[in-house]
């Protein structure tokens, strides 16, 4: 174990936010998690408790019958927000003042460093290049990624989950969430930050970066594995392979969202743009995962070649 | 809320009734310690050299005060002195001469002044008025102009109404009213009255203020140190000293260098050391004046040199640019030399740079560049190559030329019309010329190949003279470790398996010339032992081992060399070593034998006046790539000191017998080992003549970026130990060059094959130094050392020098000394005069001419050879160097750029003597007191026996006549400890006049004596100075 360089890359100022992220991602979610569970539980006494249930009450934690049934932004609310932005300040100054910007030598034309990261909040982007190419990994999926999480409140318009913490109402966009964020997007971060070292090879964690490592990694695409030399032979059989994953994953989309009561309920109010667009985003997302698996079990690179894309 | 009942106070809504004040408190308390921490770094942490301005203030200024006082005592001492003063009794008196009519002036200037300051407000004010409404003319419509024109004329008009004091003293005033122009002109006026009598006033004070200038010169000029006056404005400017960034700035460069802001104390005129100044190392003074003299970092700040990041000012770390990525570190002071390259890349000897020099001359000595290319060393094969390539060419263009007059004849003949058959007949006629041209430029290239192939050395010998010389067991005993066998050698120990040993043994062995060399006579070992040591042969080698050893480090030791040598190769290397046994065709690329010649029915004759290839006609290689240079001792010589020589031997010492160097099969092999291990860089090896360097160009080295540096499987540790750095890079290597091979699987022809060259903790640090300090600079080309004329002439003939180590022999500029110099024998006073001449000032002793001619024949004698030409009473031999044309020529010029003589020489004219003058001249030339016959030579045997200096006849060719002045004159000023007596003419009003006693002769006499003998000694006929010869 090379703790040293592991404490190197952990201190590193630039790497401070990805270090703090590890705690406090998990701390959140957990409190989250915990405020919404208890108050999907309120809801559930307060619908189960004849007397209650008729009454005006307030749906989140701590909750007395007799407590006011609402509270005023000022003071309560701003009060609390006004003490986050002392603390935030705090935080901040003694960060300026302890860390500075991490500067490095002036840019050589000559000379690539390596590795070469980018900026903490784009590592998962650079983490996708690993898996698509440029054009995909570059611009449309991020664009899909902003795309789909604005979307998210217009595929999943359930009434009844708006304005407090609530897991049962918001199943969807929490499942989306935590997936698509936590899974994806922020383990990619870690690796990007942790696992990458020179090379853009995989060390991990207390592995040492060495530059002149050599591993085995040569990859190949789909069509290589079927001999298929052509390039319209490589389009096509790309293409078919698309298509199949399209129809399944699509048929297993649909299973999921008819699972149960609950679902089909809220499939039943769904639009067919709404019901589409939910399909298109959780089919492409879970293009992400089945890469990175292909990938690193059969050193599969693209499926789909073609002149202007490869997937 | 009225609906809701009220709750008992234990239960109420954690929401509307949790108190956050403690929260509040304690984040607010944070909140303004923050910023008081901030605050703080704003104003101290982030600017430390603001406590480093105070404590170097607070420690100088209580080292200056204390100073005071001893300075003081020094200075009244002078005070007192009869020179001072008259200087301040003159200065007095004039003083108070010129008082008087100083005093005048300045009342009259009083009331001068008085009239204008009453003028002055009125003048202003119109003036400024005037000049806006002009400009504003000059910038309206032509239309505007001319109201505008008459509203300026009406300014003008005025009238202005002044008081003014009138100039007569009488303390009266006027009231006048002028217009602009009168105004104007009265101020002028006024200006001008005072511009004349401050004038006249300085002109009053002059004499004074030359005494008063005088006076403090001729005190500066006695006091060491500082006086008062200078440590009292030190003070006073300590005292006053502002806090603030002291920054140079020198725009054209883009330097910007604030190093000062805590380095305060650098460029103080006193010298400050650490332990004066509470042992801070930063408060010190630069420690090499005369360095920032040269380079005065008003010029040249301070990072272009030491590297660091000049701008940087919040910490020592990143003023000095030892924090993580930035490019250029600055040097520890032990590699300072490193800043000097950059610049000064084309000098192998430069003042103020010791380490660096030595790290130079070892580049070369230890043939380094045999390996990694580096400018400016070893250009030699590179240029050869390029004019070979080039005669090639044109050999092919010939040909295609001598073609294409068949072609166009033949054209001609077919041509169409008779017009176009004249102009391909003229074509033709002309390719002729073309050729002729093309001949006149190969013999350009011939002639600078012969050059070259002359200049051209290796390092180490020629190993196509091994049958010849060496004992064959000792070979691969040899290889096993160089350093076992003789601990100084150049040549570095090689990682060799046994198998390559054999192998690459055998391959020498077996590529070895077949020939022999004519059987000596044993010499005489005691004879050979006295001439090793007086002919000058240990400028360069060394004898003895450990602590025993004594001579030069430039060649080898030759402490076991009758272990290895053949005697009669021996004989022959010493007689000559520049002998060679078979020429080298460059161009053929191949050794010319006999047979060669005989097929062309020539006489096997090569050396360098023969040195035609009988083959082709281009030149060849005649003599050893050695810089040894030949002695021009006689065979009974040579085989006397080598049988000296054969005696220098380990009795015990035994090799086992190596009969596997004559299998061809390891040859094979061998050469392939030869190849990978670059032998070839510092050997002549048959074959790989023209091998290129194996090793990475060292050029930039500095420059290279850190990931480029191979590591290995060290990089980890090298990061925590800290040397994971360029310059820790090399030292390591040096050190050990195979570490990087530490763990690595490795075939044998893929590991590194750097030898370790063993060297010294010294030694290493300097190469480092040199290393680190090859940078691809990003300077400006303008601050480079790029100098023309004789600085240039100096710069090349450095290389010359160091070439071939002329200051083993020789001093040739002040504070060196020659080997010889410091050897026990000569520091017997009867063997000090037996030195090599000192070179300090040769350029000013010699005609250039004549410095040509001896240093291509030092013997001056073309049959006679076996002597020195100038000075034949020397032991110590100047060797004849084979210098090529181009060589001769910068060395001579060399030699008058030091003593800054005008180039190229035109000697000075003297006057015939009048028969008097010769009598007069005679007289002095063999006075009894001062009889010059009696040491200077002659060349008459049984009188040189006993000189002991050089013969009168050469002077006329020999010496600059303005030079021989000054040496009669006072020699031990020029050449301190020489044998020639100084005093023998005493300056007496203004000319010199003979010491001893003066014939009558010399009564009327009123000229300078020496310049006489001068013009005597530069007209000196053979008959002459035998006819006086006789008479002695």
Partial sequence: MDWQQLWEIASTPDNIPIVALLFLVPFYTWYAFRQARANDQLIGALEGSPELAKTHHRKTLPFKPEWPREVHVWPYLLRIEFLAAIIVTVILMIWSITLNAPLEEPANPNFTMNPAKAPWYFLGLQEMLVYFDPWMAGVVLPSLILVGLAAIPYMDENPLGAGYYTLKQRKWSIAAFCFGFLVLWLTMIFIGTFIRGPGWMWFWPGQTWDHSRVVFEVNRDLPDLFFITSAWGKGILGAIVMAVYYGLAGLLVHKIITLNEFNRKIFKRMSLLQYLTLQFFLIMMMLLPLKIFIRHAFRIKYIWITPWFNI | ?1032
Avoid at chain 2, 54 to 61: A, E, H, T
Avoid at chain 2, 565 to 594: G, Q, S
Avoid at chain 2, 630 to 638: F, H, Q, Y
Avoid at chain 2, 1013 to 1030: A, D, G, H, T, W
Wanted: a neutral charge.
């Fill in chain 2, 1 to 1032: 809320m009225p609906e809701t009942p009220t709750p008992p106070p234990e239960e109420q809504d954690p929401v509307t009734s949790n108190s956050y004040s403690a929260i509040y408190l304690i984040s607010s308390i944070l909140l303004i310690l923050t910023l008081f921490w901030a605050l703080y770094d704003e104003v101290y942490g982030l600017r430390p050299w603001k406590s480093y301005q105070r404590k170097f203030v607070s420690l100088y200024l209580s080292n200056l005060k204390k100073l005071k006082p001893r300075e003081k005592g020094a200075e009244e001492e002078i005070r007192k002195t009869e020179g001072y003063q008259e200087l301040d009794r003159a200065y007095k008196a004039a003083e108070l001469e010129a008082t008087p009519k100083v005093k005048d002036i300045d009342r009259q200037v009083g009331l001068i002044d008085d009239r204008a300051t009453a003028l002055t407000d009125t003048f202003q004010t119109a003036r400024s008025e005037v000049s806006a409404k002009i400009y504003e003319i000059e910038h309206a419509s032509t239309r505007s102009r001319p109201s505008l024109e008459k509203e300026l004329e009406e300014i003008k008009r005025g009238p202005f109404k002044v008081e003014l004091p009138l100039l007569d003293g009488s303390e009266k005033k006027e009231r006048v009213s002028y217009t602009f122009e009168e105004l104007e002109k009265e101020f002028d006026r006024l200006k001008g009255l005072k511009a004349d009598l401050l004038a006249t006033r300085l002109e009053v004070l002059k004499q004074a203020n030359d005494f008063h200038k005088k006076r403090d010169q001729y005190l500066e000029e006695r006091m060491i140190g500082l006086t008062e006056q200078q440590v009292g404005s030190l003070i006073s400017k300590m005292e006053a000293f502002n806090v603030e960034i002291k920054q140079i700035n020198v725009p054209e460069y883009g330097i910007v260098d604030r190093c000062e802001s805590c380095h305060v104390g650098i460029r103080e005129p006193l010298v400050l050391e650490a332990r004066e100044l509470g042992g801070m190392r930063a408060f010190t003074s630069h420690p090499d004046r005369e360095l920032l003299k040269i380079h005065n970092p008003d010029r040249f700040g301070c990072t272009p040199c030491h590297n660091g990041n000049g701008r940087a000012t919040i910490s020592a770390e990143k003023a000095h640019g030892q924090n993580e990525h930035w490019l250029w570190p600055m040097y520890a002071s032990k590699n300072a030399d490193a800043g000097c390259v950059q610049c000064h890349l084309n000098d192998i000897v430069l003042d103020h740079a010791d380490t660096l020099n030595y790290a130079r001359q070892m580049y070369w000595e230890r043939g380094c560049m045999g390996c990694h290319r580096y400018e400016g060393y070893d250009k030699e094969p590179e240029q050869l190559l390029a004019v070979n390539q080039t005669l090639r060419s044109l050999e092919g263009q010939k040909k295609e030329n001598q073609k294409e007059i068949a072609a166009l004849e033949k054209d001609s003949e077919n041509a169409a019309t008779n017009e176009e058959a004249r102009q391909l007949l003229a074509k033709a006629q002309e390719i002729p010329m073309k050729i002729s041209l093309l001949d006149a430029q190969m013999e350009q290239l011939d002639m600078q190949s012969k050059s070259l192939l002359r200049e051209q050395k290796k390092i180490g010998p020629n190993l196509k003279d091994v049958r010849l010389k060496l004992k064959k067991e000792w070979i691969p005993v040899w290889l096993e470790q160089p350093t076992a066998f003789r601990p100084t050698t150049k040549m570095p120990n090689f990682r060799l398996s046994q198998e390559q040993r054999q192998a690459i043994a055998a391959f020498i062995w077996q590529s070895g010339t077949e020939a022999s060399v004519s059987k000596q006579p044993p010499g005489d070992a005691q004879n050979g032992k006295e001439l090793f040591e007086i002919r000058g042969c240990q400028a360069c080698h060394s004898l003895g081992e450990g602590n025993e050893r004594m001579g030069g480090t430039f060649a080898a030791n030759l402490s076991r060399v009758g272990e290895k040598a053949n005697y009669d190769y021996l004989v022959r290397w010493i007689h000559n070593p520049r002998e060679r046994t078979l020429p080298y065709c460059p161009f053929e690329k191949k050794e010319i034998t006999a047979a060669d010649y005989a097929k062309h029915g020539l006489p096997f004759v090569f050396d360098p006046d023969h040195a035609k290839c009988p083959n082709d006609g281009h030149e060849l290689q005649v003599q050893q790539t050695t810089v040894m240079p030949n002695l021009r001792l006689s065979w009974k010589e040579a085989q006397d000191i080598a049988s000296y020589l054969v005696t220098e031997r380990h009795t015990n010492a035994s090799y086992p017998p190596a009969a596997f160097m004559d299998d061809p099969g390891l040859k094979a092999k061998g050469v392939q080992y030869v190849k990978f291990y670059g032998c070839a860089s510092c050997h002549e090896i048959a074959g790989l003549e023209e091998e290129g360097r194996i090793g990475t160009e060292l050029t930039k080295e500095g420059s290279k970026p850190i990931d480029n540096f191979d590591f290995a499987l060290l990089a980890r540790k090298a990061k925590n130990e800290g040397w994971y750095t360029g310059k820790g890079f090399i030292e390591h290597k040096l050190q050990q060059p195979e570490i990087y091979d530490t763990g690595m699987v490795k075939s044998p022809l893929e590991k590194l094959r750097m030898p370790n060259p063993h060297l010294d903790d010294q030694q290493r640090s300097a190469i480092t130094t040199f290393l680190i300090g090859s940078v691809d600079s990003s300077w400006p080309n303008d601050l480079f050392y790029n100098p023309s004329g004789q600085a240039r002439d100096i710069q090349e003939g450095w290389w010359i020098v160091r070439k071939y180590n002329c200051m083993g022999c020789h001093q040739v500029r002040l504070s060196q000394r020659s080997v010889l110099m410091d050897l026990p024998r000569y520091q017997n006073p009867d063997w000090r005069e037996q030195l090599p001449p000192r070179l300090v000032g040769e350029g000013a002793r010699v005609n250039p001419r004549w410095l040509e001619q001896f240093l291509a024949n030092p013997a001056l004698n073309t049959t006679e050879t076996d002597r020195n030409g100038v000075r034949p009473y020397l032991k110590a031999r100047m060797p004849t160097f084979f210098f090529s044309p181009d060589e001769i020529r910068k060395l001579v010029r060399f030699f008058m750029a030091l003593s800054t003589q005008a180039e190229p020489y035109i000697p000075q004219r003297l006057e015939a003597l009048s028969s008097q003058e010769t009598q007069m001249a005679r007289e002095l030339f063999t006075s009894k007191a001062a009889p010059c016959l009696k040491c200077h030579a002659t060349g008459e045997t049984t009188h040189d026996k006993t000189a002991t200096a050089p013969n009168f006849l050469l002077a006329k060719d020999r010496l600059k006549p303005n030079w021989t002045g000054r040496w009669i004159a006072d020699p031990a000023v020029i050449s301190p400890g020489t044998s020639m007596p100084s005093n023998l003419f005493k300056l007496q009003g203004g000319r010199y006049v003979f010491s001893g006693p003066l014939p009558d002769l010399f009564k009327s006499y009123d000229k300078d004596q020496i310049a006489l003998l001068v013009r005597y000694m530069f007209e000196l006929s053979p008959e002459e100075q035998r006819r006086l010869l006789s008479r002695r």
